[in-house]
């Protein structure tokens, strides 16, 4: 992941929460309603929040391919 600059993996702030993320999928439809598109989009638990401190900061979270390749890849290997 390195390699490829995905990420940069940084310590957590102390006095920070972490919000979590969840996957959600949707399938599109066409006008025969048959299923034309699988889509599945990232997103942050906005529940989790705290008013004051975590709302200040927007996340648009986008997993690309090669990402969640390496990371799949990288699980298999390390039997996650």
């Given at each position: 992941m390195e390699k490829n600059k995905i990420w940069t993996l940084v310590p957590r702030p102390k006095d920070k929460n972490v919000i979590g993320t969840k996957w959600v999928f949707k399938?599109?439809?066409n006008e025969?309603?048959?299923?034309?598109?699988?889509?599945?989009?990232?997103?942050?638990?906005?529940?989790?929040?705290?008013?004051?401190?975590?709302?200040?900061?927007?996340?648009?979270?986008?997993?690309?391919?090669?990402?969640?390749r390496t990371l799949l890849a990288y699980a298999a290997y390390k039997g996650f």
């Open positions: 399938n599109k439809l025969d309603g048959k299923v034309s598109r699988n889509k599945a989009r990232l997103v942050c638990k906005g529940y989790s929040q705290e008013e004051g401190i975590d709302y200040r900061e927007t996340f648009a979270p986008i997993a690309r391919l090669e990402g969640v």
